[in-house]
């Protein structure tokens, strides 16, 4: 069942423009060599891939609208940027359209551009192959290091990352999504846990310092 499914969502996103196929295409390199390095399943990460960014070409407009159309809450993230709408709109056609039933999958799909506290492998291993593909790193040494650091250790490498977009949307004076300072916010507590940092800086000394700074995170 998985490889007919897998089948008809690629048809799907074949339909789409071409730099956006050959991005898919990019993502999917990166997914199976860490799917291999990871042991994760290749035929389920392989479906993620090529659902993930159905809908990514989509104006804001259309974003809005289909999100409306498949029940998808509009917050006021996505309502200023409704190109963070795409993968929760995917995860619910690749549910009602195409069958996909595989929740892991869905998941990853639904939360591939800002990530969560928690994801499953699957979720992980999209979300940084979707950040450190071939055209993304081209001249971004930063993500070239993230890609390498990924095949060690996988955890540190999407913290690594988010750190570095944080970094870049200050730097541009973007709004950071909530969704992803929360996100971020988990990982850093969990790799404090994991390598047992004493004297951690709090949440609100650390949101000081960076209006300080003049890096200001979003206070959800």
């Given at each position: 069942?998985?490889?007919?499914?897998i089948?008809?969502?690629?048809?799907?996103?074949?339909?789409?423009?071409?730099?956006?196929?050959?991005?898919?295409?990019?993502?999917?390199?990166?997914?199976?060599?860490?799917?291999?390095?990871?042991?994760?399943?290749?035929e389920?990460?392989?479906?993620?891939?090529?659902?993930?960014?159905?809908?990514?070409?989509e104006?804001?407009?259309?974003?809005?609208?289909?999100?409306?159309?498949?029940?998808?809450?509009?917050?006021?993230?996505?309502?200023?940027?409704?190109?963070?709408?795409?993968?929760?709109?995917?995860?619910?056609?690749?549910?009602?359209?195409f069958?996909?039933?595989?929740?892991?999958?869905?998941?990853?799909?639904?939360d591939?551009?800002?990530?969560?506290a928690?994801?499953?492998?699957?979720?992980?291993?999209?979300?940084?192959s979707?950040?450190?593909?071939?055209?993304?790193?081209?001249?971004?040494?930063?993500?070239?290091?993230?890609?390498?650091?990924?095949?060690?250790?996988?955890?540190?490498?999407?913290?690594c990352?988010a750190?570095?977009r944080?970094?870049q949307?200050?730097?541009?004076?973007?709004?950071?999504?909530?969704?992803?300072?929360?996100?971020?916010?988990?990982?850093?507590?969990?790799?404090?846990?994991?390598?047992?940092?004493?004297?951690?800086?709090s949440?609100q000394?650390?949101?000081?310092?960076?209006?300080?700074?003049?890096?200001?995170?979003?206070?959800g």
């Amino acid at each position: 069942m998985i490889a007919a499914q897998i089948a008809a969502v690629r048809e799907e996103l074949l339909r789409r423009p071409s730099g956006l196929v050959r991005h898919v295409e990019r993502v999917l390199d990166e997914a199976l060599r860490l799917a291999r390095r990871w042991n994760a399943d290749p035929e389920r990460l392989e479906l993620a891939v090529w659902g993930h960014d159905l809908f990514r070409a989509e104006p804001p407009a259309a974003q809005i609208r289909l999100a409306g159309e498949v029940g998808v809450e509009i917050d006021a993230d996505s309502r200023e940027y409704p190109v963070l709408l795409h993968g929760p709109i995917a995860a619910v056609v690749l549910r009602e359209r195409f069958g996909v039933t595989d929740e892991e999958a869905l998941l990853a799909v639904r939360d591939h551009t800002a990530g969560l506290a928690h994801m499953s492998l699957l979720a992980k291993i999209l979300l940084i192959s979707d950040k450190i593909e071939s055209k993304k790193r081209k001249g971004v040494p930063q993500l070239a290091e993230v890609r390498r650091l990924a095949r060690r250790d996988l955890d540190t490498a999407i913290l690594c990352w988010a750190d570095w977009r944080w970094t870049q949307e200050a730097r541009e004076r973007y709004r950071t999504q909530s969704t992803h300072w929360r996100a971020r916010r988990g990982w850093v507590e969990e790799h404090h846990r994991d390598i047992a940092m004493p004297g951690r800086v709090s949440v609100q000394a650390f949101a000081a310092a960076a209006r300080r700074e003049g890096l200001v995170p979003p206070t959800g």
